[in-house]
């Protein structure tokens, strides 16, 4: 009898434990590192499903960059002390909200108990993708993202655009073009500036490495850059780097780079290959590569760019 | 009960949780908070279709999963705007809330 299953239910009941703490949580702070918790938790879920991709995924995206997002916006939000505590709603309307909530939790329920058997599956025709146009990739998710759905993963690159783009507006008229408030405290903080110095280069080497190897095992350009992306934001906080101003060029080509090239290759397609976002098949390893490497800095530019909000006028100090 | 049913469960608790607290909790990044536990949850739920799913040699189906990872980076994508729109909010009024009577009512919860 193996200890799997027991530590399956000992990890289900942990998810859920933290995830009800999130919810019951007095005060915003304790609520958030609750929820970088439990995306670290449910990573292992993810593990458990034999999905590492979505594992790499969660834990860097959903966990680690949402919760520095909560609590840079929580710091923000608290300086300004604006928030009225409202009254909590009365007894009976958190009673029928828990009845609602258990009522589409147990619907939900009884549809996993229910689903049909046998299951469908797309797994074949990815498997085609993956030995046709997406071949010498080991990794079916990969093969799956660049080359069988790559039409949504470029459109899911525009909307990062888009988010950054909508992020900058939400800004003052007088603070376009400045670069965002810096992430935290005035003066610089003795640990937090070493555990830059320490952490940066060996997570930037490892960033890329999940990068490049996410051609053939778990990892990809998703996860790489969300680790780069990481790096970025921590030299930020412990302020050895400061947000750049959002009219430099740089920062706003490598914004558009990923979907550009993306975009750029998938229009070739059409006209080598014989169809949009086709690759040609010998080159297809290369090709993806290389459009992957243009995601890659795109989004360890934008997802910084998102947590770190508009421009500020007070950010030249 | 298998992994997979498992946290078939886990998820729709979880979609339950976060429903909870994103009509309960009056802060605004509380409310952002449960919407990202809500969704979470539906990503589980997808991911348990995608290890029924396997199929041709896969212990899982690569799509469904390909498609979790991209909705992850949107919901976050997502997450950062209401929370600009948010901070936005605050510095303009003297109060945030989310309560369409509040400008209606005295600033009697004004902290300035």
Partial sequence: MSLLPYLDIGLALLVVVVAVWTIA????FTSVVGYVAYGLLL???WIRLYAPDVALTEAAVGGGVTGVLLITAGKRLGARKNVAPEAQPGLAFRLLTGVLAALVAGALGAVILMLP??????????????????????????AVLMSYRSFDTMLEKMVLILAVVGVWSVGTDKAWGGAPAPFRRPKPYAPMVFLAQMLAPVGVLIGIHIFWTGAN??????QGGALLAAMWMVTMMARLAEPPRIDTQRLRLALVAGPAVFLII?????????????YPPALAKPIILF???FMLLSIAAALPMLVAGPPSERADQ | MTPSVLAGLVGATLVGLGLYGLILHPHPLRKLLAFNLMGSGVFLVFGIVARRGAAAGFRFDPVPQAMVITGIVVAFAASALAVALILRLSEESSRVTLDPE??????SGDAK
Avoid: C, H, Q, Y
């Fill in chain 1, 25 to 28: 949580a007095r005060d915003l």
């Fill in chain 1, 43 to 45: 990573a292992f879920v």
């Fill in chain 1, 117 to 142: 058997d046998p299951p469908p599956s797309l797994a074949p025709e990815a498997a085609a993708a993956a030995d046709g146009a997406g071949a010498g990739l080991g990794n079916p998710i990969t």
């Fill in chain 1, 217 to 222: 095992a778990p990892g990809g350009a998703f």
């Fill in chain 1, 266 to 278: 998938g229009l070739a397609g059409k006209v080598v290959a014989g169809s949009f976002f086709a």
């Fill in chain 1, 291 to 293: 459009i992957e490497a």
């Fill in chain 2, 102 to 107: 509040a400008w209606t009512k005295p600033d």
